[in-house]
């Protein structure tokens, strides 16, 4: 069984700042990608940001320069770190692991909604 367990969705106004976290527990293999996407109602998941065991970052680009993601490796941890945030940001963001057996894994969703 693997557990992902996501934290620190909210309401914030329009330039807020919300920091979400999601730690993985139970059988996982080896983690090679953490990270999150996001689905706005009406559209489809897209990724928000990936960073690889390595330390590799990637951003989708409406997020760059105000969203930062970082891993603790040992606490098998992902955190999102989002400021200015906008009401397009608004969406339910779900936590991504994938392992080095490119088995993937997805938390329930944790809703972000900013408020103009």
């Known amino acids: 069984q693997v557990q992902l367990v996501e934290s620190g969705g909210g309401l914030v106004q329009a330039g807020g700042s919300l920091r979400l976290s999601c730690a993985a527990s139970g059988s996982i293999f080896s983690i090679n990608v953490m990270g999150w996407y996001r689905q706005a109602p009406g559209k489809q998941r897209e990724l928000v940001a990936l960073?690889?065991?390595?330390?590799?970052?990637n951003y989708t680009n409406s997020v760059k320069g105000r969203f930062t993601v970082s891993r603790d490796n040992a606490k098998n941890t992902v955190y999102l770190q989002m400021n200015s945030l906008k009401p397009e940001d608004t969406a339910n963001y779900y936590c991504?692991?994938?392992?080095?057996?490119?088995?993937?894994?997805w938390g329930k969703g944790t809703l972000v909604t900013v408020s103009s």
């Open positions: 991504h692991v994938r392992n080095v057996r490119a088995e993937i894994y």
């Open positions: 960073i690889t065991s390595g330390g590799s970052i």
